[in-house]
């Protein structure tokens, strides 16, 4: 060599270049450090099993386990949790095991076999992200000893390797370039809460004192924080999901966050136009108790502080409410100023349900039954009860856990039926084929299917070339087969699915060849299963709710809002005295809409498709949630005094009513909604209201209820038909009502009507 520099420079320096280019897809290299502990543990259980025992159904099983809850499965959480999951999984694994092995006697015992234990395994992802996590790997512990031949007498070999395999995993897990620990989904909502605590008491102290306190920038940063707290922000991982107490209270208290953010905005809105520069310090002082217990809920789920208590904002409430019930008596008041009260309250309201589920995240005592409101239910329940209320609520043709179980079930035992009918020699691949490619909407699984095909059939060019060249040579598969895992297992979530399946085919190629003689058309074999299982798949998706997310999430949403109407004129029938509303299905629809929401953004988007259902999803959930507060603050109303105000009250609320149904019906038709309900009630003379404060509280109560409603709506028809990109048109022109009728809105809070 001539010249400066050393012969490793230029290898250093391609080196360099390549992990820059893998950076750049995989900043964190996570898929290639999950690739490596999947590779570590799958080829030492089956090296071990394969050359050091002699034993080659030992080997597959242990190598196979691996694949199923390494690749397949996305185990997710902190480190124990992770190995809790192994732990189950392996008790679960070796049912699965056992029980494929015994219903392989026949076709059709393991079709049938194959049909339930499909549905019943998916199924179980009802049980949040964790679970949901590792379904499909699950499955394949069936999948795999289901088909011939039928040998029970090496159950036992089939279930060393199984435990072999998720204990190497489970080890690897823990020692080799552990993954990262997700981050816990409280800090998120204790994040939220203290940026609400800040707006709260910048806003309360303005409303004592006057002037400007710089609340404007806090109310961006609290719509933000709130913002955040929706699940389409967080990630899977950290999505508490689960029927546990932790994971419902800590889904409850971002709704309560959420709500808190969004009536302060509104209190800061109408307070302004109620006429004063300064508020009545008992409003004040419940504005305080109310940014205590978010900064308290905060210290708690960070775990700087004790759970959060009720007393302080249960006594300003009370002050509140006295305050209230004399300002009839003291002078008339302005409708904004009314509004204001009542948005109040809804604060304080949020925050007690805050206040409730933070002590049920952090594992505080449960309170008592009698003080829980009935939408806390959970805080007081078994874990036994949890769990079927779960698992209940998701017996429902609407569900799309319930979908995707039976689809999953049906593609997988046709498939099984394909496979022995046909006599396919590897028929596994098949099933696993079908497991890996169906999608839950017909769309998807062609085009997943397009590049699934296209990159098999690479890698059996490949595939088959290697065994022609290379022929019965074992060692040379065994040094070279774990660098291609490697790479196989990175190829799919950097590259996508045609690298995976291309990479997957040249590894089963040099694995099974190492277990009996094969030859060049055990490629061939590969991509004719690929296809099979692929096109299986497709017509199960096409056949069984073939619209996948986005149909049902049509569907959801119009149930929702039309449950939503139900509810408003229930709840509106209680708090006028025409007797105590009934249960409606408001509540389980909004649960089963967000389920569907999730499905719905993890399938691909259609071109045009700009509706904003995150805001038709938080229209829901707000009706839902403060049809709640109402029903347990007034739960035994009494007719009031004023018999006009309460008919004009139940007429608005049907009106009201009718705009959701009208809602429900656009999004139906994938139009924008025209109705516009305003909210007209008579004066009542102020010595009549002072004698009945009480039902005149709840009257304004009603009244502020179904102004908010009437303002959502209108937030529907903005959601239905969000403005066009900039500089751009929209993709497709949407039904339009007449530019007259468009223009309209509710009136303002405090406006004559």
Same mark, same amino acid.
Request: hydrophobic share 50%; glycine share 10%; aromatic share 6%.
């Given at each position: ?177 552990? %993954? ?251 099933? !696993? ?33 290697? !065994? ?33 399946? %291309? ?71 209680? !708090? ?69 105000? %309460?008919?004009?009250?139940?007429? %608005? ?101």
């Amino acid at each position: 060599m001539t010249g400066s520099g050393t012969a490793t420079a230029p290898a250093a320096g391609g080196a360099a270049r390549a992990l820059t280019w893998l950076r750049a897809r995989d900043p964190s290299l996570a898929a290639v450090r999950r690739a490596g502990r999947v590779t570590v543990a799958a080829y030492v259980g089956f090296a071990t099993c394969r050359y050091l025992v002699d034993d080659p159904t030992t080997a597959l099983y242990a190598l196979f386990a691996v694949v199923a809850l390494g690749a397949l499965a996305e185990v997710t959480g902190p480190p124990a949790d992770r190995t809790r999951t192994y732990l189950g999984s392996l008790v679960i694994a070796g049912l699965l095991v056992t029980l494929g092995t015994l219903l392989a006697v026949h076709t059709w015992t393991a079709v049938l076999g194959m049909l339930v234990v499909g549905f019943l395994v998916a199924y179980a992802g009802v049980g949040g992200p964790r679970m949901a996590g590792v379904v499909n790997g699950l499955q394949l512990f069936y999948v795999l000893p289901c088909f011939p031949p039928y040998a029970p007498d090496t159950l036992d070999q089939r279930l060393l390797g199984v435990g072999l395999g998720i204990t190497l995993l489970a080890v690897a897990d823990r020692v080799l370039w552990p %993954a990262p620990e997700p981050a816990d989904p409280g800090v998120r909502v204790a994040d939220a809460a203290g940026r609400v605590a800040a707006y709260a008491r910048v806003l309360a102290r303005e409303q004592r004192d006057g002037g400007d306190g710089g609340s404007s920038a806090l109310r961006a940063a609290a719509a933000d924080a709130a913002a955040s707290l929706r699940l389409s922000t967080v990630p899977i991982a950290e999505r508490p999901l689960g029927p546990g107490v932790r994971d419902r209270s800590l889904i409850r208290a971002a709704a309560a966050i959420r709500v808190i953010s969004d009536r302060l905005g509104v209190l800061a809105d109408v307070w302004p136009a109620s006429g004063g520069s300064r508020t009545h310090p008992a409003t004040a002082r419940l504005m305080d108790a109310v940014a205590d217990v978010l900064t308290e809920g905060r210290e708690a789920l960070l775990g700087t502080g004790p759970p959060p208590s009720t007393d302080r904002l249960d006594l300003a409430l009370g002050s509140h409410r006295e305050w209230r019930r004399q300002e009839f008596l003291d002078r008339a008041t302005e409708p904004a100023a009314l509004r204001a009260g009542v948005t109040t309250v809804a604060v304080a309201e949020a925050a007690r349900s805050l206040v409730l589920t933070v002590r049920g995240a952090v594992g505080a005592p449960a309170p008592d039954p009698a003080h829980v409101p009935e939408d806390l239910w959970f805080l007081t329940a078994s874990t036994g009860r949890l769990w079927w209320r779960r698992l209940r609520a998701h017996l429902t043709p609407r569900s799309v856990y319930l979908q995707n179980a039976v689809r999953l079930a049906l593609g997988l035992a046709v498939a099984r039926t394909v496979a022995g009918v046909l006599e396919l020699s590897h028929g596994f691949w098949v099933l !696993l084929a079908t497991l890996s490619l169906m999608r839950t909407c017909a769309v998807a699984g062609r085009s997943v299917l397009v590049r699934a095909v296209a990159g098999t059939a690479g890698g059996a060019v490949v595939a088959g070339g290697v !065994l022609f060249l290379v022929g019965a040579d074992a060692p040379v598969y065994a040094w070279v087969l774990p660098g291609l895992m490697v790479v196989a297992f990175a190829a799919g979530s950097l590259f996508g699915v045609a690298a995976g399946q %291309a990479g997957f085919t040249v590894v089963v190629a040099l694995l099974f060849a190492q277990v009996a003689p094969v030859n060049w058309r055990l490629a061939e074999v590969r991509l004719e299963d690929v296809l099979v299982g692929g096109l299986v798949g497709i017509l199960i998706g096409a056949a069984v709710w073939p619209r996948g997310g986005r149909g049902e999430l049509l569907r959801a949403a119009g149930k929702s809002l039309r449950a939503g109407a139900e509810e408003i004129v229930a709840v509106v029938g209680q !708090l006028t005295g025409a007797g105590s509303a009934h249960q409606t299905s408001l509540g389980r629809r909004a649960a089963l809409l967000d389920h569907t929401y999730a499905q719905y953004r993890s399938e691909p988007t259609r071109p045009g498709s700009r509706v904003d259902w995150l805001a038709v999803l938080g229209v829901v959930h707000r009706v839902d949630d403060y049809s709640r507060t109402l029903r347990s603050r007034y739960p035994a109303a009494a007719p009031p005094p004023w018999p006009r105000l %309460a008919a004009q009250l139940r007429t %608005a609320a049907a009106d009201v009513a009718a705009g959701y149904r009208e809602a429900a019906a656009a999004v139906a038709a994938d139009r924008v909604p025209t109705a516009r309900p305003a909210v007209r009630v008579d004066r009542v003379p102020r010595d009549e209201l002072a004698a009945a404060p009480d039902d005149a509280l709840r009257m304004l109560d009603t009244w502020g209820w179904l102004l908010t409603l009437a303002d959502d709506l209108a937030g529907i028809g903005r959601a239905l038909d969000p403005p066009p990109p900039a500089g751009g048109l929209p993709p497709r022109a949407r039904h339009r009502p007449p530019a007259g009728r468009r223009a309209g809105r509710p009136p303002a809070a405090g406006s004559p009507s």
